[in-house]
């Protein structure tokens, strides 16, 4: 009985190890995340092999796993950037991007877990300054939006492309002009509406003048066709034929045949 426990000690102490062992040995990656190996007394980070995907994994104890988010991603960032004329414009702009999966390990080993401030965030920042200085003020107010938008994606994107990063949007979502400049190019679009809409009313106005004076002419070339078409014998003719119809009526009525003016029926009524 004495012997037991003297046997049981170091039973004890392996299940421990074992368990500590197990414990450092094992890793769960989770839903869009991967894994990059460390090899401690393996060269360091592996580079050329593909990440530790999702799911239970062993590893030795005294490698490492760095964990990385593969799925895509949004950063928010706050600028100030000059026009082309010199004046400081606010833009607030965000970017979608994920870590190239195949280049995890080369992403680690190169630019470390913090890469969006040292790469993507500096990259976008030197892009917008870039890009926002082709413009004036006006443009970046009206019709550029979108321009700038792609051209600060384009910009971004052929950098980050080389940096193990994949950039799949740039979203300008608000551009500030000082108080100032954006009152005075409210006006200048304001005044320049109610010139287009003058415009549009004197060009409206003009067609329909000319849509008058087409249909009078039409109107009175009809008469004039018609005049020349009416002689006497038509006009006679006519005249014997509504007589005719009139005579039909069950209304009680007096016709004078040949009483009329140039030969033509009178009728006359009951009152």
């Known amino acids: 009985m004495e012997k037991l426990p003297k046997i049981g000690l170091p039973i004890l102490i392996v299940i421990v190890l074992g368990i500590i062992f197990i414990s450092k040995s094992t890793i769960t990656i989770g839903s869009g995340e991967a894994g990059v ?6 060269g360091g980070v592996v580079t050329d092999e593909a ?5 239970f994994h062993l590893v030795a104890p005294w490698n490492k796993v760095i964990v990385y988010e593969v799925r895509q991603q949004e950063v928010f960032e706050k600028m100030q950037v000059l026009s082309s004329n010199g004046l400081e414009i606010k833009l607030d702009a965000s970017a ?15 630019k470390g877990e913090n890469y969006v401030n040292r790469v993507l965030l500096p990259t976008i920042r030197s892009a917008a300054r870039s890009v926002v200085g082709r413009y004036t003020p006006e443009q970046l107010y009206s019709s550029k939006r979108d321009a700038i938008q792609q051209e600060i994606f ?33 006006r200048k679009l304001k005044q320049e509406q109610e010139a287009l809409e003058y415009e549009f009313r ?7 003048a000319e849509r008058q004076k087409i249909e009078s002419e039409g109107k009175a070339q009809a008469n004039t066709i018609l005049s020349a078409s009416l002689t006497d014998k038509i006009l006679k003719e006519k005249g014997i034929q509504a007589t005719m119809e009139l ?17 033509l029926p009178i009728i006359l009524g009951d009152q």
């Open 96 to 110: 979608w991007f994920q870590p190239k999966y195949s280049n995890l390990g080369l992403l680690h080993q190169q």
């Open 37 to 42: 190996l460390y090899k401690t007394f393996g």
């Open 202 to 208: 004197l060009e409206k106005a003009k067609k329909e």
């Open 247 to 263: 005579a039909k009526s069950n209304n009680s009525k007096v016709i004078v045949v040949g009483s009329g003016k140039d030969g």
């Open 51 to 55: 990440p530790l995907g999702e799911g």
């Open 154 to 186: 384009e910009e971004t994107k052929k950098i980050v492309d080389n940096q193990h990063i994949q950039l799949n949007e740039i979203l300008v979502r608000d551009v500030t002009l000082p108080a100032t400049i954006k009152d005075a190019i409210e």
